[in-house]
């Protein structure tokens, strides 16, 4: 089962490569980016496409970062809670079968 996976993972990432590289091919044109106080050099189309896909995600990524921060804090406070919880029940487990002894 787990060839499989990877088999299929493989193939998906054959396909996405080989899509890249027709978009690369696709968009050769020259483009010089001006950004209101910056002037960045002529580059392919495909590549500025390619470069704000990597940037959107990368901040999107770091926008999440609070969010998984704060939920791995809440999840590590309830493993604790959790082990409390489950060594008070095992205590009183004991303590039942002993005053019952």
Do not use: C
């Amino acid at each position: 089962m787990r060839w499989i996976k990877g088999l299929i993972l493989a193939v998906i990432l054959l396909i996405v490569v080989l899509v890249g590289i027709l978009f690369a091919v696709n968009n050769q044109q020259t483009i010089a980016l001006n950004l209101i106080w910056l002037e960045l050099p002529a580059v392919s189309l495909s590549v500025w496409l390619l470069a704000t896909l990597v940037f959107g995600v990368l901040l999107g990524m770091l926008a999440m970062l609070g969010v998984y921060v704060r939920l791995k804090a809440i999840l590590a406070r309830s493993e604790r809670h959790n082990k409390q919880q489950r060594k008070e029940l095992d205590n009183l487990r004991t303590r039942e079968f002993k005053e019952l002894a």
